[in-house]
């Protein structure tokens, strides 16, 4: 059925929302040139697996998360262990951690946040020049 998405353009952030207004999870991938590669949906409860449509970090080396719809969190890829760790000492934030072998790969940082949209659109959209740039930045979109 949402297989006429896949290969397009991505459409606005607020059209997605739309679209995917009668699934309570829902995670839109991206390729470098904007256009659609995957998506993951789920209508189980948060006590199941709140997390199913996030992806392997190793996925995020070609596929960008584009949006992310999770109702009772807010969720961004991280890829530096050290800020991973630092961010999960703050409370009610938790990692996803993903390693092969010893090697740490990424993963995905998580807070709790009920009806956050614009949060997560903003952690989504973060850029920066350095690991502290990238913490900062996570942790004023948080605090707004």
Not at 28 to 38: F, S
Not at 85 to 112: C, H, P, Q, T
Request: proline share 5%; glycine share 4%; aromatic share 16%.
């Amino acid at each position: 059925m949402l297989s006429f998405l896949v290969g397009s353009p991505a459409p606005s952030w607020y059209d997605l929302k739309d679209i995917f207004e009668d699934y309570r999870s829902v995670a839109v991938y991206v390729d470098g040139r904007g256009n659609i590669e995957m998506i993951k949906v789920s209508s189980l409860d948060d006590c199941f697996l709140p997390t199913s449509v996030l992806v392997n970090p190793t996925y995020l080396k070609k596929l960008k998360p584009y949006y992310i719809k999770l109702p009772n969190f807010v969720v961004f890829p991280i890829f530096s262990l050290k800020i991973l760790r630092k961010m999960i000492e703050m409370k009610y934030w938790r990692a996803i951690e993903y390693y092969s072998g010893n090697e740490f790969i990424g993963g995905w940082v998580l807070y709790d946040c009920k009806n956050c949209e614009e949060k997560q659109m903003l952690h989504l959209q973060v850029t920066a020049n350095s690991e502290e740039e990238l913490y900062l930045k996570h942790l004023s979109i948080y605090n707004s």
